[in-house]
Each structure stands twice: as structure tokens, then as C-alpha cells.
């Protein structure tokens, strides 16, 4: 049965586009997330899937041969129709899917789940699925965490749509200064002195209701010489407008960092569960007011947190924080393992988000993502490890009191 349109298909593909992702190589990030799910739900299968306008094309797979399929045997196309996780026990039984020729072939799929790519506009860009050849069931916990997967595959795709456009509004804020310094000059010079000498022409005309037409002549050729520079005039004010931050940039507004930090802390906590690492949440305490985008700051501290938790053997332990340092702080502790095992996240956030901040391909391109979002709020991050404590990240950031224009217009100079 092929699955029909969703009422926003226009929309949803514009955001799908938006994200200039399809047939983009294979990256890490999203290779480790289809490992892991598959791992969590013990599949053979699973794949980051996105549904173009006539084809699922996968990001990241493992245990699927084919990177492109048909939307109209999709599984994926069915999935994106709804707001949560679709479970598909047995494909035989199942009316939509029993003739399908990826269930009917040989070795072909009798279990699904996937769950739907939201982004934060309710755009379903695809799924996270999971798949085997045998029918089968994914216990509650499994569920959460396929969730939870998901929505780390989200967070990666804005993110970097953001970090993208986070560059270009510091070119343009550039262009803007170099426009505002033209202008200057523009109004300050000639015409300035030809606008003097028809607002006194025109004033004249007003007095006497007469023409003056010695003055008119020397308005006309004074206006004539310069009809140029006001048509750069219209130009520099004209780029000036449009030189804003656009409907790409972050939005930034005070907001609470120990709310924002409890929020990515539940929503990693399911992964955390699935293996058997104990997120220990110490964000409980006295609220820290900063200026921030509190969407797009807490898909950060989720990828943060993800790092940890990926990073971290079974059975370890991560500690999350916030506190009053030289600012309002997050802490992230990845801590020892009382044999002797430690967590492997210090290299991963040292060559990833703070040796290497630029926004360039490489195995850990998210945390380089999130270091230049981090950034744009003003954020200092310090990165320790030590034997016996494990690895440490504290996050600082301004105090509220500072204007969010001014932050904003900042971004210019970092």
C-alpha cells in the first residue's frame, strides 16, 4: 500500500531541502547513532532514512545494502505520517505493507519501528528505523531510546543548518559595517550640499508661488550630477535592510540555564538507561538567568550529553550540573570507573570542539557544531582530565545583564 502525501508535503520538503543533507557522504555522528540503535534494540538493521519527494534515501545505515529505495514501498513514508514511533510487529499481517517486495523477497523485512524526524517546526524529515527478518517486539525501554535517537539525529541536522547560517550573519553583520561607513561619507559629502539647495528652492516656491528659474536651473544640473549617488544612497540603505539576521539565525532571549539543562538530561537519560549508565543530575538548583536561544542552547547540552554517555563504557557514570563560577555555569563530569576503566570522551571533545572548532567534515563534526553555537552565545568552555576524577567540561556563560543586541551585534567580531 503506498503511503499518502502529508497535508504540509510542500513545506516539509522545503525544510528537508533547507538542510542540504541529501546524498551528502556518510559522517560518523550519524553512523554511531544507527549502531547504537540497532545495538539498543538488537536488530540487524537500522538506518538514519529521509523521505525525499519520490525516494528514501539513508544518511547512515548498518545491515541495509541499498543507501536508496522507492518511496512507494517506503516504510519510512508511512512512519512520517504520524507524531510518534510506529511499531510494525509482523509486515505479513500487516495490510499495509504484506505485498510489499522488500517483505515478500527472500530474507525480506517482517519487523519495523521507526521513529519520525521532527525538527522543531513539526516537519517529519524522515526516521530513525530499526529492522529485522523475523517478526518481533521492542520492550518500553527500547522505545525511549529509539525515541530519544531520534531526536539526536534532529538536533544534529538544525544544528548545523544554524552554525551554517550563524557564518553567514557574521559576514553580513561585517557587510553592514563596511555599508554603514560608505554611507557616511555618501551622505556627508556632495550630497548633502545638493540637498540643501533644493530644500531651498522648493521653499521659495512655497513662499512665493513663483518659479524661479535661475534657481531651478541650478537645482537641475546640481540634482543631475548627483542622481547617481542617490541611487547608491537607495542601494547602501537597501543592503543595510536586508543585512538583518534572517529566519536562520538564533533567537536569543533570557531564559533559565538549569531548566534548559534538566530538559537535555531527560531527553538523554533513555540512551543513558540503555547502557546501563547512571546520569547522575545534580541541575536541580537555584535558577541561572543568561541570554540565549533556549531551543537550539539545549540541543547543544543534549549532544553534549550524548558525547558523554556514547563515549562512556557500560555501567559508567556521568554527572551533570549547574552551578555560580565566573558566570552561570554547566558542568559535565564523565567519571572513572572505580576498576580502573576510563571513559574515552576527553580526546573526542578536545580534537572536536575546542583544538578544532571550525565547522568542517570529520569524525566528531557535531561537537564542532555545537562548540560554534557555544560560541555565538558568548560561552567559555574549559576541558579537564584527570586519573581517579575523569573528564571534566564546564560551560560558562554571561550574565543576563547583558543586552541581547549587543551580544548579537558581537557576533560580528568573534
Same mark, same amino acid.
Given at each position: 500500500?503506498?503511503a499518502p502525501l502529508?497535508?504540509?508535503e510542500?513545506e ?5 531541502y533547507?538542510l542540504?543533507?541529501l546524498?551528502s557522504?556518510p559522517e560518523k555522528d ?6 547504537l540503535a540497532?545495538g539498543?534494540c538488537e536488530t540487524?538493521m ?7 519527494a ?5 544518511k547512515?545505515?548498518?545491515?541495509v ?5 522507492s518511496r512507494?514501498v517506503?516504510f519510512c513514508?508511512?512512519?512520517?505520517l504520524g ?5 510494525v ?8 505493507f504484506a505485498?510489499n517486495p522488500? %517483505? /515478500? =523477497?527472500?530474507g525480506?523485512?517482517?519487523? +519495523? #519501528?521507526? @521513529?519520525?524526524?521532527l &525538527? *522543531?517546526d513539526?516537519?517529519?524529515?524522515g ?12 520492550d518500553m525501554?527500547q522505545?525511549q531510546a ?6 539526536? %539525529? /534532529? =538536533?544534529?541536522?538544525?544544528l548545523r543548518? +544554524? #552554525?551554517? @547560517?550563524?557564518?553567514n &550573519? *557574521? ?5 553592514l559595517?563596511?555599508?554603514?561607513d560608505?554611507l557616511a ?6 550630497l548633502?550640499s545638493?540637498l ?5 528652492y522648493l521653499e521659495?516656491l512655497?513662499?512665493?508661488?513663483y518659479?524661479? #528659474?535661475?534657481m531651478g ?9 548627483h542622481?547617481?549617488s542617490?541611487?547608491?544612497l537607495i542601494?547602501?540603505l537597501t543592503?543595510?535592510?536586508?543585512a ?12 533559565d ?6 530538559r ?8 543513558a538507561a540503555s547502557?546501563?549508565?547512571?546520569i547522575?543530575n ?9 541570554i540565549a536561544?533556549p531551543?537550539?542552547?539545549e540541543q547543544v547540552?543534549?549532544?553534549l550529553?550524548f ?6 563504557p557500560?555501567?559508567?557514570r556521568?554527572?551533570v550540573g549547574?552551578e ?6 554547566v ?10 576503566m576510563r571513559?574515552?570522551?576527553f ?16 569524525p566528531?563534526r ?8 557555544l ?10 582530565d584527570?586519573?581517579?576524577?575523569g573528564?571534566s567540561l564546564?560551560v560558562?556563560?554571561?550574565y543576563?545583564?547583558m543586552?541581547p543586541a549587543?551580544l ?7
Amino acid at each position: 500500500m503506498k503511503a499518502p502525501l502529508p497535508d504540509n508535503e510542500i513545506e516539509r520538503l522545503a525544510a528537508l531541502y533547507s538542510l542540504d543533507i541529501l546524498d551528502s557522504p556518510p559522517e560518523k555522528d550519524f553512523d554511531d547513532i544507527v549502531a547504537l540503535a540497532a545495538g539498543v534494540c538488537e536488530t540487524p538493521m537500522s538506518a538514519v532514512s529521509l523521505v525525499d519527494a519520490d525516494r528514501e534515501w539513508a544518511k547512515a545505515r548498518t545491515g541495509v545494502e541499498v543507501a536508496e529505495t522507492s518511496r512507494d514501498v517506503s516504510f519510512c513514508a508511512h512512519a512520517i505520517l504520524g507524531r510518534d514511533l510506529m511499531l510494525v510487529p509482523d509486515a505479513r499481517e500487516d495490510d499495509r505493507f504484506a505485498d510489499n517486495p522488500t %517483505v /515478500t =523477497a527472500e530474507g525480506g523485512i517482517r519487523f +519495523y #519501528a521507526g @521513529a519520525p524526524l521532527l &525538527t *522543531t517546526d513539526g516537519f517529519a524529515l524522515g526516521t530513525l528505523c530499526v529492522m529485522d527478518t523475523e517478526p518481533r517486539r521492542l520492550d518500553m525501554e527500547q522505545q525511549q531510546a529509539l525515541r530519544a535517537l531520534a531526536r539526536q %539525529v /534532529t =538536533a544534529q541536522l538544525e544544528l548545523r543548518r +544554524y #552554525a551554517f @547560517a550563524l557564518a553567514n &550573519t *557574521t559576514a553580513r553583520l561585517q557587510e553592514l559595517e563596511r555599508r554603514k561607513d560608505d554611507l557616511a561619507g555618501l551622505v556627508g559629502g556632495e550630497l548633502r550640499s545638493s540637498l540643501r539647495l533644493m530644500s531651498a528652492y522648493l521653499e521659495r516656491l512655497g513662499d512665493t508661488g513663483y518659479h524661479d #528659474a535661475e534657481m531651478g536651473d541650478l537645482v537641475a544640473r546640481a540634482t543631475a550630477a548627483h542622481c547617481r549617488s542617490f541611487r547608491e544612497l537607495i542601494d547602501h540603505l537597501t543592503t543595510m535592510a536586508d543585512a538583518g539576521l534572517g529566519g536562520e539565525s538564533l533567537h536569543m532571549r533570557q531564559c533559565d540555564l538549569t531548566r534548559v539543562t534538566q530538559r537535555a538530561v531527560e531527553a538523554v537519560r533513555p540512551i543513558a538507561a540503555s547502557k546501563h549508565i547512571w546520569i547522575l543530575n545534580q541541575a536541580g538548583g537555584p535558577s541561572l538567568p543568561i541570554i540565549a536561544d533556549p531551543v537550539r542552547l539545549e540541543q547543544v547540552l543534549t549532544h553534549l550529553l550524548f558525547a558523554a554517555v556514547k563515549y562512556t563504557p557500560e555501567g559508567g557514570r556521568v554527572r551533570v550540573g549547574t552551578e555560580m563560577e565566573s558566570g552561570p555555569t554547566v558542568r559535565l563530569d564523565d567519571m572513572d570507573l572505580p576498576d580502573g576503566m576510563r571513559p574515552d570522551l576527553f580526546p573526542h571533545l578536545y580534537y572536536g570542539a575546542i583544538a578544532n572548532p571550525a565547522d568542517v567534515p570529520g569524525p566528531d563534526r557535531g561537537l564542532a557544531v555545537a562548540k560554534r553555537i557555544l560560541d555565538a552565545h558568548h560561552a567559555t568552555v574549559a576541558l579537564s582530565d584527570r586519573p581517579g576524577d575523569g573528564t571534566s567540561l564546564h560551560v560558562v556563560f554571561p550574565y543576563a545583564s547583558m543586552d541581547p543586541a549587543e551580544l548579537i551585534r558581537d557576533l560580528a567580531i568573534a
